[in-house]
């Protein structure tokens, strides 16, 4: 993103400072796309830049001067998971029941735009989604039926195919072979009825 390291106070390289930030919340379970993870990156450094211009190297009361790096580590994180949720509409912060504020996240809205997206078949009456995709991994081979529940599982979670490929450990041309079988399947099931 930036052709140089920039320094900035005692931070010698805001652009990785950002990054490794950006890496720590992902490994506590933050679900970054790439694209969001180079918004992210660009939404940190103006906050760091915007911390800057508050951060205070000595204050009163304290013997020593306080580093930027460290103030920036204690308001950083946060800010930007502030930015992350925002650019996310189903992602809500309400009062839960113990009075305390929490994150619920709804499931992302589906892209029409999206190549990514799956063609839903209307259920008829007499079963439901859940009961109509259940038979149709039972009517996959047994060694597709595996990762057909997980792809379902994990798409109800709301991960797109390139990070379902990632955590199967698969192409996405397989991904989209075993989605392709378990939609046929879909639809044979639905025509039985």
Known sequence: MLAEKVP???????????????HTAQRRGMRISLDEREELVCEGLAILYQLAEIYEPHRDGYTKAGTFAGFAAMYLPRRLGDAWHAAHPEHRYVTGLDGKRIWEYDPPPTSLDDDERVF????????SEDDQVEAAITSLEPFEQIGARSLVKLHEQGFGMNDIAAMMNCSREQLKRVRIRLGQAVLDSVSAT
Do not use: Q
Request: hydrophobic residues 40%; proline residues 4%; without cysteine.
């Open 120 to 127: 839903e078949v209307p259920a008829r009456e007499e079963a």
């Open 8 to 22: 900035l106070h005692d931070i010698k390289d805001v652009e990785g400072f950002v990054r490794g930030t950006i």
